[in-house]
């Protein structure tokens, strides 16, 4: 998300380059390429216009301090400004209740359903909720069905009533059930239409009145661009609701969205939604997605994404492993495994001050490590943990049960054995733990 976006705002600031102080004339150039990349970004023109207007009212006149540039400055409040437009600072979601009621909005193929699922299981693992998932979508083919799966898959119970077409009913029966059962957290997942409707918003306000939730989300693709901000304005109307949803931010979306829908509902971005596994949820924090816009990356969540899946226990069984030579192939699957569980590696990626954009270009997804394992898994258990062993006619068998060729095991095999010898280097010469991979908190 946001690479068109950021390539404009960069080529904005060029203009700026060599100039020792920000002028009317120099600035006017620059947010005049500004507002063009705002608008290509699919960003509300009102919004674009009061966006540039601001920035240059605080632009013009500046002196340039000794140790900056006028890019380097008009970046700055770029920055602010782009995390003010967004809503200035993260907001929490209101989960206080007996139980607390969340209800959720929007349209058919918005993503309400899996960002349900989703929110469930980060409230479940990271906040202590007993969440209950209560299925109101009677209309959509199969719509329970995929509620229950994945409940299944987070360990969340699923209420739905299959023979009931009243949702409102269904939606008191599911509270009733959750404070019988000692839940103190309901998700209601409610139908939604191809377009907006007088039955649709009728129903869903019915909904609201009938169980009078603590939360309400308004769930958006942001594919959809300006269409999403003016929807989100329509159920506004109607619902009064406490925040936004971007689902499908991992998608080509030019990400106009993001950056004008809290200006134009005055309502935050709670959550968005960065991929299809059921932790691909991130808390939306506006200064943070200002960094990623201008280059910056975003290392604070890379960070949090690393100590949600860091475990201390297995990382000193593997800084043992690693003093004695022991480190194996299994050991190392082990941490591909919980690489890939901080989510999509190309987002990722773009958290890292520089890396992004070295890698604008290059096909990085959840099957960069697919060989890999591949060949590992081909490997027999004695041959995992003493790789020393795989001789010539073993490589061959490995390769033709991996789908691979004798070349990439034995490249595998390489990269490997330098990354310990590298990794058993720092603990040695250092005596300090060793900057492990992520690990699974256990």
């Known amino acids: 998300m946001f690479e068109n976006l950021s390539e404009r705002l960069e080529r904005s600031f060029k203009i700026l380059k060599?100039?020792?102080r920000i002028t009317e004339i120099n600035v006017a150039e620059t947010l005049k390429d500004v507002r063009r990349a705002l608008l290509d970004a699919d960003v509300n023109y009102k919004v674009a216009k009061s966006f540039t207007d601001t920035v240059k009212e605080k632009?013009?006149?500046?002196n340039v301090l000794t140790s900056l540039k006028p890019s380097q400055l008009m970046v700055k409040i770029v920055h602010d400004e782009l995390s003010s437009l967004m809503g200035g600072t993260a907001t929490d979601i209101n989960i206080k209740g007996s139980p607390a009621v969340i209800l959720m909005s929007g349209l058919q193929g918005?993503?309400?359903?899996t960002f349900s699922g989703k929110l469930a299981n980060l409230l479940r693992s990271k906040r202590g909720k007993q969440p209950m998932l209560v299925a109101c979508d009677v209309y959509r083919?199969?719509?329970i069905e995929q509620l229950r799966i994945l409940g299944e898959q987070i360990g969340v119970p699923v209420y739905c009533e299959e023979e009931n077409k009243n949702p409102v009913e269904i939606a008191r029966h599911g509270i009733a059930e959750a404070k019988k059962t000692g839940r103190d957290l309901v998700i209601i997942d409610t139908?939604?239409?191809?377009a907006i409707d007088e039955q649709m918003m009728q129903e869903i306000k019915n909904i609201k009145d009938a169980v009078n939730p603590q939360e309400i989300l308004f769930v958006v693709d942001a594919m959809t661009g300006q269409d999403a901000v003016n929807t989100a304005k329509e159920f506004n109307e109607r619902l009064n609701f406490d925040g936004v949803v971007l689902t499908k931010l991992d998608g080509d979306t030019r990400g106009g969205a993001a950056l004008s829908i809290r200006s134009v509902v005055d309502k935050p971005i709670k959550f968005v939604g960065t991929g299809e596994k059921m932790e691909a949820l991130d808390v939306f924090h506006p200064e943070r997605m200002a960094d990623r816009i201008l280059g910056m990356g975003d290392i604070v969540s890379f960070v949090e994404r690393?100590?949600?899946q860091f475990d201390e226990e297995e990382a000193r069984r593997i800084q043992k492993k690693l003093a004695k030579n022991t480190f194996d192939l299994n050991d190392f699957v082990g941490q591909i495994q919980q690489i890939k569980k901080m989510g999509n590696l190309k987002d990722l990626a773009s958290m890292i001050p520089g890396v992004g954009k070295?890698?604008?270009n290059i096909d990085l997804d959840d099957n960069a490590f697919k060989n890999i394992e591949a060949i590992i898994y081909s490997m027999t258990p004695g041959e995992r943990?003493?790789?020393?062993i795989l001789n010539g006619s073993r490589r061959l068998r490995i390769a033709k049960g991996s789908g691979t060729n004798v070349q990439e095991v034995n490249k595998l095999l390489k990269q490997f054995d330098e990354a310990r010898k590298v990794m058993r280097t720092v603990i040695t010469s250092k005596g300090k733990k060793m900057p492990s991979m992520p690990m699974r908190r256990r």
């Open 18 to 20: 060599g100039e020792g």
């Open 59 to 62: 632009a013009i006149g500046q």
């Open 110 to 113: 918005s993503g309400k359903t």
């Open 141 to 143: 083919p199969a719509a």
């Open 191 to 194: 139908a939604g239409r191809l």
């Open 306 to 308: 690393a100590q949600e």
């Open 358 to 360: 070295m890698m604008k």
């Open 385 to 388: 943990t003493n790789p020393e």
